[in-house]
């Protein structure tokens, strides 16, 4: 089975530009939190441990917590837009046809396998987050990217061809193809079209609560001189644990 390669242009969308951490007082960090419930009426993306008000993080863990935020957040976009907004370019089927399987096979230079992006999100996020985001993003069991087996032409690389001489003069002919398994995307993978938040810069506030947790406030777009100003629709709630040594984040925001 042979593939055309799709027309569809693999849109390479800015990562995040600038991004500005900086320590959240308590104070902010509540009234941030508040602002965002009250307008959306929703805590889905809101961390539920409490603030220890006694607790008073080193700079050390500050500075860690700060560099740590910066990367998980830069990364959390670019699985917005593997998972949500974009998800990768692939080959179009014979005759602009379904795949048979439902599984697109992926166009990218840049992500090449199932495991690589599935270390990729298990890398950001903790496993149980990771694990719904891989085989469950839309809530209704769709994994967006899967294995794939795919037959492939069989040709001699050094004559580039199907059949072979013995040394009897006697030519033998080869399997004309095999199967290779190669990263595929779901047919029932949409991007999500209306989304219209804006990622190229943002400042993040960061509240270590503990030794191993700390809130993460996210406002796409900046941060002007005061948080009760932010378009709530702009401001995003998530939080880091520590895990073996390892920051990760515990709830996937976009």
């Given amino acids: 089975m042979s593939e055309n390669k799709s027309k569809k242009n693999a849109s390479t969308a800015t ?37 220890d008000t006694n607790f008073k993080p080193t700079d050390e863990l500050v500075e860690e ?37 439902g599984v697109y096979t992926v166009n990218s230079t840049d992500y090449t396998s199932l495991s690589q992006i599935e270390e990729f999100v298990k890398s950001v996020f903790v496993n149980s987050e990771a694990e719904r985001i891989l085989t469950n993003i839309d809530g209704n069991g769709l994994s967006v990217y899967k294995n794939r087996e795919v037959f492939v032409d069989v040709v001699d690389e050094e004559t580039g061809e199907t059949a072979e001489t013995t040394a009897t003069g006697e030519t033998v002919s080869r399997p004309h193809y095999t199967t290779e398994t190669v990263l595929g ?70």
């Fill in 15 to 51: 990562l995040v530009a600038t991004i500005i951490v900086a320590v959240a007082a308590i104070a902010l960090a509540i009234v941030a939190v508040i602002t965002l419930n009250k307008s959306s009426g929703s805590t889905s993306n809101t961390p539920s441990s409490s603030v």
């Fill in 65 to 101: 917590c700060q560099y740590a935020a910066h990367d998980l957040v830069k990364n959390n976009y670019e699985i917005v837009r593997l998972f949500v907004t974009e998800g990768l370019p692939h080959y179009d089927e014979p005759y602009g046809n379904l795949p048979e399987d």
């Fill in 185 to 254: 995307i779901s047919a029932d993978f949409k991007p999500d079209t209306s989304y219209n938040k804006d990622w190229s810069s943002c400042s993040i506030a960061v509240l270590p609560i503990s030794e191993n947790e700390c809130r993460l406030t996210i406002y796409l777009g900046g941060l002007d001189e005061s948080a009760e100003s932010a378009d709530p629709d702009n401001v995003l709630e998530t939080q880091m644990v520590k895990i073996d040594g390892t920051w990760k984040l515990s709830v996937f925001v976009y």
